[in-house]
Structure formats: structure tokens, C-alpha cells
DNA sequence: ATGGTCGCAAGGCGA
């Protein structure tokens, strides 16, 4: 079972670029980050016909997050626990129910930009329940993926130029600490349990030839339960979407799994 | 490099 995270940076924009990828590379479940839209204004429609079910939890403008699955989805969930007044889209689960059930949660984390101020304090307190939450599933001993836009960079390896983003939210130390305490707490990135070394990018930015130049930054990651770790088949980061017409400025990243 | 590029949505914010 192919399952794939993609920041598709707003859906109208995508209208094209994400049906071509779907049909070149037939994922069996997709968790989309930064739809833009409410979820009256997602063409589901368009996802219907191609074989997908289609569960969005959106929003006006901005964040919005949704699950593509042609394998069908029970108990599905919006919202992150931790905070009832949060409105910010940015978490959706759903149990994909393939040969041996999966819950996925599809996340978008937030960018916390500038650091210090009130929006990076709500990105370390969206990851304290982030942490939380993947605590309760690990004791429900289920196999789990937590998968999306991280906007954490783990490791120096992760950016081409680790230097430009000292000061940056997704790179300060207490980002890369939370994450890797959620890590810790027993889960595998599917990614670096597969490929080491330093190159490896999901994100170029639309400015400054980022992509020409290959200026690139890793920031998109599956994070597997024990469970889910032990049926990791392979990974991949399908690079090649960002050159194409109309790209978004983050490319899919997926997992084989054997469930 | 106090810009540079996008998306949403219709001016300015978010990334």
C-alpha cells in the first residue's frame, strides 16, 4: 500500500498538477496539506472520478488538510486535541481499512515564523500536543502513521544550506527538539530508516531560484508507529513534481506499506 | 539584498 504526504499549496492552484501525479503514480491513500478552501469549495468531485474517497477538514484562505483514499476510511476525526479554541485546520485521522487497518493522521504543523513572538510560541504548543497525542496512540499499541508538512528541518543533513536558516523557526533548536522528542517517544522516520546522507529535499522555495539551484530544505516526513515500521516495504520523495507545470513548492513523499 | 515568488481572493497576509 502506497501512502503519500503532499503540501499541495492551495487546491484551486492544483487543479491540474495533482490529478497528473495521482495518475502517474496511483497512491492508494494521499494526506494533503494547505488545501486553502473550505470544504465546500474542494472539487471532490474530480478526486471521486479518479477513484478516491475524499475527507477534508478546511478552512477559508488558509491551512486545510484532507485524505485521498481509494481503500476505505472509518472513524474519521478533524482536529487536534489539546485545545478546543485552536481553529486552525491543520490535523485530520482516519483508519484505512487495507489488509490490516492503519490509522493515519495527516498533519500540517505550524511555521511559527517570526521567532520569537506569539506564532512561534503556538507552533511549540501545537507539537506539546502533537506529543501528546502520539503518546496516547502508542499506548493504544495500533499501527499508526503520523504523516505531513512537519516544517521542522531534523538535522543540518536535512537543508542545503543549514547556515541560511539558524535563525528560522523550522531550524531553531527547540523546533528540532520537540520533534525529536515525539520521535523518541518510539517512532521511525520512514525516510532516514531507508536513505542516509544529505541532499535529500521536499521543499524548494518559489524565490531566489531555490529549485534551479537546488537550494532545498527536507521538512515533509512519515513518522511510523513499531507497528507500522515493521511493514516499511520502501520510501520515496517523488522530486520530479517540482519540475513540472505549475508546481507547488513542496513535492509528495510516500511509504510503501505491507498492510 | 527591508527584495525576491507564489496562493487566496480581491488588499494584504501567510509562507
Known sequence: MIIATFNINGIKARIEALPRWLESTK???????????????????????????????????????AILSR??????????????????????????????PVRLCGLYLPNGNPAPGPKYDYKLAWMARLEARVKSLLASEEPFLCIGDYNVIP?????????????????????????????????????????????????????????ERNNGIRIDHLLLSPQAADMLVDVGIDKDVRAGDKPSDHVPVWVNLDA
Open 155 to 211: 538535522q543540518a543533513e536535512d537543508a542545503a544550506r543549514p547556515e541560511a536558516w539558524v535563525t528560522d523557526a523550522l531550524y531553531l533548536p527547540q523546533s528540532r527538539d520537540a520533534l525529536r522528542r515525539i520521535v523518541h517517544l518510539g517512532l521511525t522516520d520512514a525516510f532516514r530508516a531507508r536513505v542516509q546522507g544529505p541532499g535529500h529535499y521536499s521543499f524548494w522555495d518559489y524565490q531566489a531560484n531555490s529549485w
Open 27 to 65: 497512491p492508494d491513500v494521499v494526506c494533503l496539506q494547505e488545501i486553502k478552501s473550505v470544504d465546500e469549495g474542494f472539487p471532490r468531485q474530480l478526486f471521486e472520478d479518479l477513484g478516491y474517497r475524499v475527507e477534508t477538514h478546511g478552512q477559508k484562505s488558509f491551512n486545510g488538510v
Open 71 to 100: 481503500l476505505p476510511l472509518e472513524d474519521v476525526t478533524r482536529g487536534l486535541d489539546g485545545d478546543p479554541a485552536d481553529e486552525q485546520a491543520r490535523w485530520i485521522e482516519a483508519t484505512v481499512m487495507g489488509k490490516r
